[in-house]
């Protein structure tokens, strides 16, 4: 989510600079803001009001517990998949560097409670089951972070022309350049404060393949067929490509 946040608030930045004129188009501090609708305070919902089209809002919620007005209002809505191992590895080490997050002895502790749902902001299973409803709603773009990490020049354009954002050549490669997890990594000081270096760990793709035992393998592979296979969203991770051992 971060990775793309930085992709979007540049391509914000660049739709401000080409259809607003420098009195009325947003400062720096309004685009950093871009406030997850769940975290942080409740001051921010009035700011976000004063930021002027388009804005830019990022959740990890349910569909369900998003204000009805995002779908009624025909929000774009950018959905952000991961294959479920990746996402388990990468959450269980956010977790214990997290102080608000429970913390695992180990990672034979956090795979069962990521199994048993048992996770802060859910199953990952059941979220992707109730987002895989709007897979086909024309407001919905659905991206894998596998496919935006082998071709990140092809999802910056694809995103850009779903918001319809043109690009240049050079403000789509400055796009990319921007948002490499190298780029982000060096600057997290800067944009994340102390939270840059909990975020940006490895930035890569099939580290579960370090923590999954044989048995967890067969778990997670039956527990993704059972709920997620055939489905388009399940489809769109091509599973077998990066969660197969």
Not at 76 to 103: E, T
Request: aromatic share 12%; charged share 25%; hydrophobic share 35%.
């Amino acid at each position: 989510t971060n990775w793309v946040g930085q992709i979007l608030g540049d391509l914000v930045a660049i739709f401000e600079k080409k259809t607003q004129n420098e009195a009325s188009s947003v400062n720096n501090e309004e685009l950093e803001e871009f406030p997850y609708l769940e975290l942080g305070d409740t001051g921010k919902y009035e700011r976000m009001k004063k930021l002027p089209s388009p804005r830019l809002i990022c959740t990890h919620l349910l569909p369900e517990n998003l204000p009805q007005s995002i779908f009624k209002n025909k929000a774009k809505i950018l959905l952000l998949i991961r294959n479920p191992k990746d996402v388990a590895v990468s959450f269980y080490h956010f977790s214990n560097v997290m102080s608000p997050l429970p913390s695992y002895e180990t990672w034979d502790d956090f795979f069962v409670a990521f199994m048993s749902k048992k996770m802060p902001w859910g199953c990952y299973f059941e979220y992707l089951t109730a987002w895989n409803k709007y897979a086909d709603d024309e407001n919905v773009m659905t991206i894998t972070y596998e496919e935006l990490k082998e071709n990140p020049v092809l999802g910056v354009k694809n995103i850009a022309a779903f918001f319809g954002i043109s690009l240049t050549e050079k403000e789509l490669q400055n796009v990319v350049e921007r948002s490499s997890f190298q780029s982000m990594k060096k600057n997290s000081q800067k944009t994340h404060g102390a939270f840059g270096n909990i975020l940006f760990r490895k930035g890569g793709v099939s580290d579960w393949k370090n923590l999954f035992s044989e048995d967890q393998n067969k778990i997670m592979d039956k527990a993704f067929e059972e709920r997620m296979g055939g489905t388009k969203l399940g489809t769109k991770l091509k599973y077998e490509m990066y969660c197969k051992a």
